[in-house]
């Protein structure tokens, strides 16, 4: 790689990542103030909301990305061209067909990094703000373990919850019930839970194995009803979004709902949305590329700047709408998160091409 190259990749880097920064930090200014409320509630402190607003930092990242990109490359692009620097380069021999090439390599390692916030970083940040502020507010021992299962205290029982459905129905639900000395006194299991108007809890295909000092019993039942202060909208807090799960987690999710006969339509658009969504950046730096112009010594900085905002959040939210409109006209998962980011990059290929045959 030569100077300019490495040059190229500095400015271009050094521009994202301010804009990155500016982002996030109007991101966590809003949570902030829109968490504030919760100040109060049980153990929650102003100390709580800013380890919240931390640990949310990763969503805030993947989310803005691809925006940060296209208006980092803008800055970085239309200040080469106000100080003639482009001009130079292109005088001085550096064809188009090589700075494309920088600026795809650099497109290709921001949705490398993109990918792994959205794999690794953002799961594990988003379940680690929710554990806190749900053990803050309501003072209960919580946990979301790593493939999405629940463990939560209810007076002396531990409850043990493999998924939680849409429709607040629990699977896969074991509750270990302790006496006041802390021992296992009884072990059930239960297929379903289901939350009745009456605030009980209706358990279905129960196992229970029942521990006595002299001997141990077994009982089955087709349902029992079960008194718990957990209901869903405590556990409400704990459900992740699928929009902020990683892709490895949503396909283990889907499976398990295709085993249980359940749709997935919703979930199978983000997958797919999930795994094309990193590659914007490539169509972003082209679109920046493209409204770069030669020579800009009088030009303005802010309408660029503008006009990538716009087309950012309208990236954004072209990518939401799809996703809608499939699961109400039965469109093929594929079909709806890929094509919106197929045609973006499309159509940033051929305003690219275009502009520069006019050059």
Known sequence: MNIISRYLLRAL???TLYVLFA??????????IEESEN???GQFSAGTLFQYVAWRVPL???EIFPIAVLIGALIALTRLSSTSEYAVMRTAGVSMRRIIGVLCAFALGCALVNTAIGEWLMPLGNRTADNLA???MHGKSATVTKKGGLWLKSG???VQVNAMLPDNTLRGVMRYRLDDDFRLVALETAQTAQYTDDGLWRLNNVAATDFADERTTVRRAAAESWYSNINPQLLNVLIVNPHQMSITALGDYIKHLRDNKQRTVTYEVTRWRKIFYPFGALAMVLVALSFTPVIARHSSMGWR?????????GFHFIGRFFG???ELFHLPPLLAGGLPMTLFILLAVTVTYWTQKQR
């Open 23 to 32: 982002f996030a930090a109007l991101y966590a200014i809003f949570d902030l």
């Open 305 to 313: 700047i503008f006009f990538g905002m716009c087309l950012g959040v």
């Open 39 to 41: 100040i109060g509630r």
């Open 134 to 136: 749900y053990n803050a």
């Open 13 to 15: 880097t050094q521009a």
């Open 156 to 158: 002396n029982d531990m």
């Open 60 to 62: 805030y990242l993947y």
């Open 324 to 326: 809608f409109y499939a």
